[in-house]
């Protein structure tokens, strides 16, 4: 029943009592108090670079710290995503065998690690209760050693196959997130300690070569920082200008602290997507990162699509979903509603590289549908049939949704998915 895959308000702490248990209160505390570690140095403006990237960890310390220990806030979105996520775990226990159960806490032991993200299990859990809520029967194929696959689904008259795929903010981009939170710390504590002799202005760094291949870039750009001439960096790294923007003294003179951030953002992201801006005095002083070569991000998603139709067995119909991680509601539509325009252009040109017989020798037939999906923006209320035959109100986050069908699946006829 999809009462099932409903969760009272008043019955987060049993969930939470159960994933804890679950995890070992000890190992959660460790994954835990390593991102802490990790987040604590920083300052919060470099921190929010990392944008939702350690929800689950930073909701873990307010559950049992905050001023409603073990409470359900459900006002916040990142509480009830946690709470979502928590309750999705401790339902996919339930119904794994004693053989899976240990190989399931392994994966969520790893991805709480600082090194990995959370949210690309948090992704898979999520479509689980989703095809869970449908009433179907569900089983954990790769967990249970049944494919390579995520999810088979299956009711009275549909069985078909789903795999889950995600793609981050880092996905294709040769500048990761990990090194511009490391670059803004330096350069935010470099242009802070050391007196000001320039107006407001970019820092733009242009790399000369895969970052990786760099070393010491943090020391680099603070030598860098302190030359009147703005050299190379002494290996050749990356070259560093400066380019005055004496509009922003004067905007934030005279323009709130909003309208500031506004008009900010607007002229950095023409710069780089991957920025960061400081306010010392009355001047705002910006860092943009520039990569060697441009970011292969399509590439990247045609190659994750390949990837999961090629994981699903090609015995029965199949949905690869692809979760934006890190791309706003609001960007993710804009995205969609010019998709839709027609031209088979944006995510359906992407679609038809990855499942078109022209772009590939394998066969793709079997793919069914490609999902494209993206973070809620807000909290969704709406009535349910609980456990007790009950209509009550539930919350949750439901996402925006792009489906792209593949019209040339072997497998006809329409599937609710």
């Known amino acids: ?29 460790e994954a835990v108090s390593r991102v802490a570690s990790k987040l604590n140095p920083l300052s919060s403006p470099v921190r929010a670079l990392y944008r939702d990237r350690y929800f689950f960890h930073e909701h873990c310390i307010s ?12 006002s916040n979105i990142n ?24 190989r399931f806490r392994n994966v969520i032991v790893g991805c709480l690690r600082p090194d990995r993200d959370i949210r690309q299990l948090e992704h898979e859990i999520r479509s689980f209760v989703h095809f869970g809520q449908k009433g179907m029967q569900i089983t954990l194929a790769d967990l249970e050693g049944h494919g390579r696959f995520d999810l088979d689904c299956r009711t009275k008259d549909t ?5 889950c795929k995600t793609v981050t903010q880092d996905t294709g981009a040769a500048i990761k997130t990990d090194l511009l939170v490391n670059l803004s710390e330096e350069f935010r504590r470099t242009v802070h300690r050391t007196p000001v002799t320039f107006g407001s202005g970019i820092f733009i760094l242009t790399f000369c070569r895969a970052p990786d291949e760099c070393r010491d ?22 070259d560093l200008v400066f380019i005055p923007k004496p509009e922003w003294t004067k905007l934030v003179t005279s323009a709130t602290p909003n309208e500031v951030r506004a008009a900010l953002r607007d002229e950095l992201i023409d710069a780089s997507d991957h920025h960061f801006a400081t306010k010392i005095g009355d001047k705002i002083i910006a860092l943009a990162l520039r990569p060697h070569k441009p970011n292969s991000l399509s590439e990247k998603v045609i190659s994750v699509l390949k990837e999961g139709a090629d994981q699903c067995s090609g015995n029965h119909p199949s949905l690869v979903w692809l979760h934006l991680i890190g791309h706003a509601e609001a960007e993710f539509l804009k995205l969609a509603h010019f998709s839709m325009e027609g031209g088979g252009a944006g995510l359906n040109a992407i679609v038809a590289k990855a499942l078109h017989p022209r772009a590939s020798s394998t066969d793709r037939s079997h793919v069914h549908t490609i999902r494209f999906s993206a973070e809620a923006a807000e909290i969704i209320q709406k009535p349910v049939l609980d456990e007790e035959l009950l209509i009550r109100k539930a919350r949750s986050l439901s996402g925006p949704c792009y489906d792209v069908p593949n019209p040339l699946c072997r497998f006809k006829g329409e599937i609710d998915f």
């Open 217 to 238: 870039l943090a020391l680099t750009l603070r030598t860098a920082l302190g030359s009147s001439s703005l050299p190379e960096s002494p290996d050749g790294d990356f």
């Open 1 to 29: 029943m999809s009462g099932d895959f409903t969760m009272p308000d008043s019955g987060f702490p049993a969930e939470f009592a159960a994933f804890v248990d679950f995890i070992d209160g000890l190992e959660l505390h």
């Open 79 to 102: 509480a009830v995503r946690a709470a979502s996520f928590i309750a999705g775990i401790n339902r996919v226990r339930r119904r794994l065998s004693p053989v899976a159960i240990p």
């Open 63 to 74: 559950i049992t710290e905050g001023p409603t220990p073990f409470q359900l806030d459900v």
């Open 159 to 163: 069985a078909f196959e789903v795999e």
